[in-house]
Structures are given as C-alpha cells and as structure tokens.
C-alpha cells in the first residue's frame, strides 16, 4: 500500500512540475514575440469662433477612428508609438473645417495618455480664405 501512496504522490509532484515549467516559459502573447507598443492620445475639439465644444467629430490618429463626445472631447487608445498624424472628419453639412497651416501631430509615448496641449479649434468653411490660381 506505500508503493501505491508514493507513486500517486510523484506523479502529483511531476505533473505540478510540468505545469510550473510550461507557465515560465510562456509569455503574454505566447509567440516569443513581444508585443507592439502602443499608447493613447486625448483632447478636445471645439469651434473656434465661439469656443463651444464639437460632438460627432470623427477623429483618427494611427489607423483608429473615435467620435469626440458631447463635450469634444475624445480619447484614442493603441496608437502606435511615434510620431502621428491627426485627421479629423466632420459631417460636410456642418460646414467646419480645420484652419490652414495648423500642425495636426502627436507624439505617442508607449503605456502612456498624451493629452494634447491645447483644444483643436475647426472653423467655418466659409472662413477658409480661397486656394491661388495656379
């Protein structure tokens, strides 16, 4: 009857074993290849004449697309890391547009929320002084 006890009792012992040495060598995503790093960026859009926020303003920086709230505001998560570009896409009938000559770029830290440090400010179409012959 020991024979029996001990063997149930390695065999319990080997199979923790196995589990434990599975476990270490596994990481996150289980391929040995570390993940892509990502981060977020947050910020407001409001309307430059009269500083009310912008809701229903499609915002997309890196491949991902968000819709600022009521309040403008908007936070787009896994963002590549790097330097990003910001477009932003308004409902053509609203008749907004982003001034000429306004930097649209960010900076994305990995495991970070970088808040951009002033409100994008979108005008009115008609205010957008006409393109030069050329």
Do not use: K, W, Y
């Not at 890196?62 to 998560?77: C, D, Q």
């Not at 770029?105 to 929320?113: A, K, S, W, Y």
Request: glycine letters at 16%; aromatic letters at 2%.
């Amino acid at each position: 009857m020991m024979t029996i006890g001990r063997c149930a009792g390695l065999t319990a012992l080997a199979l923790i074993a196995v589990a434990a040495f599975g476990l270490v060598g596994c990481d996150s995503d289980g391929g040995g290849v570390a993940p892509a790093q990502t981060g977020s960026v947050s910020g407001t859009i409001v309307h430059a004449g009269t500083g009310l926020p912008l809701g229903g303003v499609q915002v997309t920086i890196g491949g991902v697309t968000v819709t600022t709230n009521a309040s403008g505001e908007f936070t787009v998560n896994g963002v590549a890391v790097g330097q990003q570009v910001i477009s932003i896409q308004v409902d053509p009938n609203r008749g907004l547009v982003v001034p000429p000559g306004v930097d649209l770029t960010v900076n994305v830290v990995g495991g970070q929320t970088t808040q951009l440090a002033a409100p994008i400010n979108l005008i009115d179409a008609v205010d957008v002084p006409p393109q030069p012959p050329s």
